[in-house]
Every structure is written in C-alpha cells, then in structure tokens.
C-alpha cells in the first residue's frame, strides 16, 4: 500500500515557474513508477510526465518537453515536478500517481495523490 501526498501547488505568473511534490508513505517507494497528471475544469485527466523507479527513464507529454522536469529522490519518498515558462494553459489540478511501469495511461497507476491545484495567471 502507498499514500501518496502532493504540495507545493499555487498561483504564479506566466513565465514563472513552480515547483510540485509528492511524498509516498511505506517503504517500497522505489519499487514504484512514478507519474504526473493533471486535469484542468471540464476536461480529462491527461499525462504530464512519469519517470521509472531508478530514474533512468522519463516520459513527457509534448506540450511540456523543454519547460518540466520530473525528478525523484527514492531516500526521500518524494518525486518532484519542476515547472518553468509556465503557461496559462497549464492551469490545472496537478496529481502524483504510482504504478508498475512509467507510462501515459493513467490506467496503468495503482495509488493516487488528492491532487494539488497549480494556477497560471495570464
């Protein structure tokens, strides 16, 4: 079993950046794939970036390559989502999930976070 708790969300300007994290409860953290997704209102959930347990591979959707890093720190249970040139578009609820294998398929993701709301004003 793993909790799963993001922070770190706010308001910033477009251009700014912010910095997500998500802290994992229980020991087998590191077992874990580890992903970001996000959902803006009134639309679905869509991937953001994901990264393998051992932090040798990571995945991101097209429209964040170049402006977000995803990182972890597996002595910390925590996996990060580093934001720069943060657009208005990226406004959503931001949520750290783990699972199996790094992918784009929220399906594929076993526990989820409650989410942390990130606003980008224009």
């Known amino acids: ?6 922070s770190g969300g706010g308001l910033v300007q477009a251009g700014g950046s912010l910095r997500v994290s998500c802290v994992a409860s229980g020991r087998t953290f590191s077992r874990y794939a580890m992903g970001w997704f996000r959902q803006a209102p ?14 040798s591979s990571t995945y991101y959707q097209d429209s964040v390559k170049g402006r977000f890093t995803i990182s972890r720190d597996n002595a910390k249970n925590t996996v990060y989502l580093q934001m720069n040139s943060l657009k208005p578009e990226d406004t959503a609820v931001y949520y750290c999930a783990a699972g199996p294998l790094p992918g784009s398929n ?11 709301q990130v606003s980008v004003s224009s």
């Open 1 to 6: 079993q793993v909790q799963l708790v993001e």
């Open 42 to 55: 009134g639309k679905e959930r869509e991937f953001v970036a994901a990264i393998s347990w051992s932090s």
């Open 106 to 116: 929220w399906s594929i993701y076993n526990y989820w976070g409650p989410g942390t």
